[in-house]
């Protein structure tokens, strides 16, 4: 290691942004590995994403992470998508490549197939149908990292069926939508369940959905992280389903970025885990 080695500068761009807990996880791996730098809080209006974007580089940011409302907005901002942020139409992590451009990423399908295996190390994708509820940015990525894994069969359910069905139709013929009144029927056979929607949030209805059809060997996902175990997870586990929160996605969408920005990949840690459950 130099004598001096570089500071870096990182963040999480977002209005509001003050509950991200990003900068307790970046801070946590740079004081982990030996690093310079620092993550901060970038608090930035929708109407002043542009500008905030472009003064990365002048900044000397080597650059950050977006949260909502930007990650739709800044995809036509950044000089170039990777090809998963593209096929996602999102992006949640813009790297500041060395002529000072921009590179806009998505992580969040990585994050969620990671918090996957890590809750079953044997987890496969084409082991069975998966019902994923919701039809928002969140579950573009996630059927985007399902059909990555090999997936053979998911069963869409929406509250708007249009909404849905233009997704399934953008993803290919193995994304069905399965209308609403239908969404008890979509969980038979099921290998996973993924809810992609804030219902269950502290704050938010519990998401209104009967598991009676769903396999009890079925793994249950929500990717909320507040509370640790919605409604949702709860009912799952009372009636033996293996289960999956939103904390482990989070940190996992978190690594590559860190990497990019960092040049260290980090790892999760129940050191981490503690300081992050900490913050609640």
Not at 145 to 167: C, H, P, W, Y
Not at 171 to 190: I, N, P
């Amino acid at each position: 290691m130099s004598a001096n080695p570089p500071y870096t500068l990182a963040g999480v761009m977002g209005w509001p942004v003050s509950h991200s807990r990003s900068p307790i996880l970046h801070n946590h791996w740079i004081g982990e590995l030996g690093l310079r730098g620092a993550y901060v809080l970038l608090p930035v209006q929708p109407e002043q994403l542009e500008t905030a974007l472009r003064a990365l580089p002048v900044l000397g940011f080597a650059g950050c992470n977006l949260t909502i409302p930007h990650k739709v907005a800044a995809l036509s901002i950044v000089n170039r998508l990777d090809s998963v942020a593209q096929r996602i139409g999102a992006v949640n992590t813009v790297v500041v490549e060395p002529d000072g451009t921009l590179t806009g990423h998505n992580t969040d399908a990585f994050g969620f197939i990671q918090s996957l295996l890590d809750a079953q190390p044997d987890w496969r994708a084409d082991r069975g149908p998966i019902t994923v509820i919701g039809a928002g940015g969140a579950a573009r990525a996630i059927l985007a990292g399902l059909l990555d894994q090999g997936a053979t069969e998911i069963r869409l359910v929406n509250r708007s069926s249009d909404k849905a069905t233009e997704m399934a139709l953008e993803f290919g013929s193995l994304v069905r939508a399965v209308s609403w009144s239908e969404r008890s029927e979509a969980l038979r056979g099921a290998s996973l369940l993924v809810n992609t929607t804030n219902q269950g949030m502290h704050g938010q209805e519990a998401l209104d959905l009967e598991l009676d059809a769903l396999p009890t060997a079925a793994l249950v996902c929500d990717i909320i992280y507040v509370p640790l175990e919605t409604p949702l997870l709860l009912k799952a586990r009372q009636r033996g389903n293996p289960t999956v929160n939103g904390l482990g996605m989070l940190i996992h969408q978190a690594r590559p970025g860190f990497k990019a920005w960092f040049g260290a990949m980090p790892q999760p840690s129940a050191a981490l885990m503690d300081k992050v459950l900490a913050s609640f």
